[in-house]
Nanobody, 124 residues
Framework: VQLQASGGGLVQPGGSLRLSCTAS????????IGWFRHTPKKGREWVFC????????FYADSVKGRFTFSGDNAKNSVYLQMNSLEPEDTAVYYC??????????????????WGQGTQVTVSS
């Protein structure tokens, strides 16, 4: 099983990026999905999750209205469209997947599989 995250880069404030997460060895559509980010200052921070139990989706307040999750079953990939990026969004972003029917999909302990991370830098 492997998750491959990509799409990070350097963008100016107000700009956009789309992160991708492609899986091999597990069908993402039948798994719970999480996106997390990590900075040295804040550590790991939850950004988004889709529940394995009922496919409900949740966004962290800090990204709500700016980030949008989507998936492409044919490509076994999920995406995080990030708009109106702010310097505070600078982080290494990770995708994660789980087969567990957890009550709280924002809990990183729930996730069994993790991508390698992709750097997002928002700076002028």
């Amino acid at each position: 099983v492997q998750l491959q995250a990509s799409g990070g880069g350097l963008v100016q404030p107000g700009g956009s990026l789309r992160l991708s997460c492609t899986a091999s060895g597990l069908p993402l559509d039948s798994h719970g999905i999480g996106w997390f980010r990590h900075t040295p200052k804040k550590g790991r921070e939850w950004v988004f999750c889709r529940s394995r139990m009922n496919r409900a989706t949740f966004y962290a307040d800090s990204v709500k209205g700016r980030f949008t999750f989507s998936g492409d079953n044919a490509k076994n990939s999920v995406y995080l469209q990030m708009n109106s990026l702010e310097p505070e969004d600078t982080a290494v972003y990770y995708c994660a997947a789980t087969s567990r029917r957890a009550r709280d999909c924002s809990d990183d302990d729930v996730y069994e599989y993790w991508g390698q991370g992709t750097q997002v830098t928002v700076s002028s």
